[in-house]
Structures are given as C-alpha cells and as structure tokens.
C-alpha cells in the first residue's frame, strides 16, 4: 500500500514532469473577520501544478502511482484574487492517505484541460463545475450543464452571483 505524502509528491512530479509544479504561495486574501474564514493558505499537503500540465499530473499519478481513484473535483472561488482554485482528490484503491493535486484559473477566463478522456470518472465533477461556476473544460466529450436548467442565466456558486430576488420565481403564475 502505497504511503506517499505531498512532499514526496512534488519530487517525484518534479523529476519526472518538468514544469508541472508550481512555488505554494498563498493567497493574498484580504483579512477576515475575526469570526469568519481565515484567509487561504497552501499548506504542506498542498501541490500547486501548472493548469497546462494537470492531465499529464493525473495520469502520472494514476499509471506510475497507483492513484487510480479521482474521488472529487472542488472548485473555490476567490473573488478579490480573481481566480478559481480547482482541488482534484485522488486515492489508491489498495487504501492510505488521499493526493490533491491543485490548480488555478483566471475567473474572466476559466478554461482547463479535460480529464474526461483520460478519466471517464470526471465526466460528472467537470459538468458540475462547468454548470455551477462556469469553468470550460477544454476536449471534454460532452460539457452541458448537470444540475440547471440549459436557459439559466449565470453560475449559481459564484461568489458575485446575485443573492437577491430570482427571475425564475413566478415566471409561470
């Protein structure tokens, strides 16, 4: 069973796929209440790859690693930084400890590489991303929306999505 932890990860990722890992600098977020979110941070179980690289990240973890296993795709939104974090989860199916890979868009164009074709497992955490935060998922086999209807308007989950009133409610009476 394999026991790797993300530092042994961004070695290995290092050596063996140039320029896929990025530094772990955190966000610059604004500070919050005291009572509130604290600001994000990468911690040591964090590794930050190039969006270009994260099919050839997730297939080197799967084929040479035995993480075969994309458990969930996680998306937060940072407004004020104006960019999307994508956090993937992978696990080895023999057990142990969980491999995030993260990565990091703009949110005026938030386009990634599709894992779909490589693994058909993401087909529905991209169209949930796709249909809830509007991220484009480049050579994904069939990107519509998942959760909403096709003549919604917006991304629900996004933080500058309007909280107020909805121009869906009583349209019908």
Excluded: C
Excluded at 60 to 69: C, K, P
């Amino acid at each position: 069973m394999p026991r790797l932890n993300a530092e042994e990860l961004r070695a290995r990722l290092s050596r063996d796929l140039p320029g896929a890992v990025l530094a772990n600098t955190p966000l610059q977020v604004s500070a919050p209440p005291a009572h509130g979110p604290q600001p994000a941070k990468l911690t040591s179980a964090d590794t930050l790859v190039d969006p270009t690289q994260i099919v050839a990240a997730a297939t080197y973890l799967r084929d040479t690693l035995g993480y075969a296993f994309l458990s969930d795709i996680a998306v937060v939104d940072y407004l004020v930084e104006d960019i999307f974090e994508l956090v993937y989860r992978f696990y080895n199916v023999e057990g142990g400890p969980a491999l995030a890979l993260k990565i990091r868009v703009p949110r005026d164009v938030p386009e990634v590489p599709s894992l779909t074709p490589a693994w058909p497992g993401a087909n529905f955490h991209e169209r949930e991303a796709f249909d809830l935060y509007g991220i484009t998922f480049i050579g994904h086999p069939f990107l519509r929306r998942i959760y909403m209807w096709d003549e919604f308007e917006g991304f629900p989950m996004r933080k500058d999505f309007p909280r107020q009133g909805d121009k869906y409610i009583g349209e019908d009476e």
